[in-house]
């Protein structure tokens, strides 16, 4: 489990590219509009926000962020690969971006 900085913008990119095709009724977002993003965009998301990636033997295995909006923070963009889900990497994304919080 690590915090996403604004160098880590490819990871970040495939892991959030991963959600909307996998999973394209969860997001408010498009994979169609996300996936044409620059470089400069997804380092201006992870600037905006925080964001955690779950990673198990050198894969990236999910992602949450965490965003404030009007007061409150929220868990956003939360996601485990299929491969993954049942074990505990969920558990601790929520629990990061609940630390953060």
């Given at each position: 489990m690590r915090a996403l900085?604004?160098?880590?913008?490819?990871?970040?990119?495939?892991?959030?590219?991963a959600m909307l095709a996998d999973s394209p009724e969860?997001?408010?977002s498009r994979y169609e509009?996300?996936?044409r993003?620059?470089?400069?965009?997804?380092?201006?998301v992870l600037t905006?926000?925080?964001?955690?990636?779950?990673e198990?033997?050198?894969?990236?295995?999910?992602g949450a962020g965490l965003?404030?909006?009007e007061?409150?923070?929220?868990?956003?963009?939360?996601?485990?690969?299929p491969d993954h889900r049942g074990g505990p990497a969920a558990t601790l994304l929520v629990a990061a971006v609940a630390d953060r919080a």
């Open positions: 900085e604004p160098d880590d913008w490819q990871v970040y990119r495939e892991i959030r590219l969860a997001f408010a509009d996300v996936v993003r620059d470089e400069t965009e997804w380092r201006r905006d926000c925080d964001h955690f990636l779950a198990q033997d050198g894969a990236t295995v999910g965003v404030e909006h007061g409150e923070l929220n868990l956003i963009g939360m996601y485990v690969v």
